[in-house]
């Protein structure tokens, strides 16, 4: 299959969305998606960008996506979140997904970073064992910990 890897443009944010609602769907969160076209061409793409984005493109569409952005370990000192790396329904199993991974791991060596770390369900063992083929541990031993904004605004709300 002929597929290209290259850095999403603010114009590619309408189809990402909707890569991005593919994945809520599929994650059984079909009504959890809050972020809009305009966030993301906003944050993305404005005076300093909050993520970094790569597109798979096939045919001149949108079929995958790799979400990361800046952190920092106490532990490691520089690394990278992927937020998420999604591949159209239609396309799993096409290659994407792994050229996508590469394309992160590439883009975090070149920031020298000690650690590329991100989240996977653990009732998708496709996806476990494709990242573990890669060489990634999955820590099942911690839990994800999150505050929403309704629990930021009780907290708050509560000092």
């Not at 532990?75 to 394309?103: C, F």
Request: with cysteine.
């Amino acid at each position: 299959m002929d597929f290209k890897i290259r850095n999403a443009r603010q114009e590619d944010m309408p189809q990402v969305l909707q890569l991005i609602k593919e994945l809520a769907v599929f994650e059984k969160e079909p009504d959890a998606v809050e972020v809009t076209i305009k966030d993301l061409q906003q944050d993305g793409f404005g005076d300093h960008p909050r993520f970094h984005c790569f597109v798979a493109e096939v045919a001149g569409n949108i079929e995958g996506i790799a979400l990361v952005y800046n952190r920092y370990s106490t532990w490691k000192g520089k690394a990278v979140h992927l937020e998420d790396l999604i591949v159209s329904e239609n396309m799993r199993g096409s290659g994407l997904g792994k050229a996508l991974l590469d394309e992160v791991i590439k883009y975090a060596n070149n920031l020298g970073v000690k650690r590329v770390n991100w989240e996977v369900l653990d009732w998708n063992e496709p996806a476990i064992k494709f990242y573990e083929k890669n060489g990634a541990r999955v820590l099942r031993d911690w839990n994800v910990v999150q505050l929403n904004e309704a629990g930021i605004k009780q907290y708050i709300s509560k000092l």
